[in-house]
């Protein structure tokens, strides 16, 4: 079932227009057309090759800034006591209840008033949330206390235990994270759109937007851009 879809995709790039809505439906095509996969990255206008890369260097960035302050937010959380600890958490899980749709305009105009409209930081700093956070601390109370105390009697610096002691603990949690961060980077698609005009900017996402122009769609070409953008995920999928 969540194959098959994959399959249709792969196999609509290799045909036309006509042959992706032709009556009754055939799953091979007539004659492969492997001109798709060439043509689509010589577009007008769209530079898929750039936002291929913009795409992999944001999810990149925002997978390694999403795992680091999380993960160092969710130990002060778990292990550190603090005045205000709890409301803070609190504070946290309620950002959690607020649509992104709602706060897209506002951070926008903070993005926009200090010049950031445009940059991989606007782009970047979006994925990072308050998910993370919640994610990793409620598996870091599982780590029992009694092992970080001991560390801390030996002379183990606070930076030693949560480096050599809790973060290989949390390998799970982490992987999780890494997985649910790449997901929504890689397929977020409004953010990108209203936070860039210049083509050079442009995610993957927002490429394959434009491969539909007003006077005519090429399906057997978008579904070859689609191909071509599910590839880096399924590599990393792979390993």
């Known amino acids: 079932l969540f194959v098959m879809p994959l399959i249709w995709m792969g196999l609509s790039a290799l045909k036309t227009t006509n042959e992706v809505f032709a009556h009754p439906f055939k799953w091979l095509p007539a004659k492969p057309m492997w001109s798709n996969f060439k043509q689509v990255w010589c ?3 769209v530079n898929m ?6 795409s992999i260097i944001i999810v990149f960035f925002s997978t390694v ?3 680091a302050i999380a993960s160092l937010a969710a130990y002060a959380f778990a292990k550190i006591q603090f005045k205000g600890k709890n409301f803070v958490f609190m504070m946290f899980l309620a950002s959690m209840m607020i649509p992104g749709q709602v706060t897209m305009i506002p951070v926008f105009i903070m993005m926009n008033k200090a010049g950031l409209t445009n940059t991989y930081f606007a782009l970047i700093v979006v994925i990072l949330n308050a998910f993370g956070v919640f994610l990793i601390r409620q598996f870091m109370d599982t780590v029992p206390d009694e092992l970080l105390e001991a560390a801390k009697v030996d002379g183990c610096p ?4 949560f480096i050599q002691i809790v ?3 949390i390998k799970p949690v982490l992987i ?5 961060t ?5 397929n977020d698609f409004l953010w990108p759109l209203v936070s860039t005009s210049n083509s050079d900017m442009y ?6 937007s434009l491969l539909k122009t007003q006077y005519q769609t090429n399906y057997g070409l978008i579904m070859a851009g689609a191909t071509v953008s599910f590839l880096f995920p399924f590599i990393m999928y792979v390993f």
Not at 158 to 161: D, K, M, P, T
């Open 203 to 208: 995610t993957l996402t927002v490429a394959l």
């Open 158 to 161: 606070e930076y030693r235990i």
């Open 182 to 186: 790449f997901v929504t980077s890689w």
């Open 176 to 180: 999780s994270l890494v997985v649910f």
């Open 49 to 54: 090759m750039k936002s291929y890369g913009n």
């Open 167 to 169: 973060i290989p603990l």
């Open 43 to 45: 577009v007008e206008n």
């Open 65 to 67: 800034g999403q795992i």
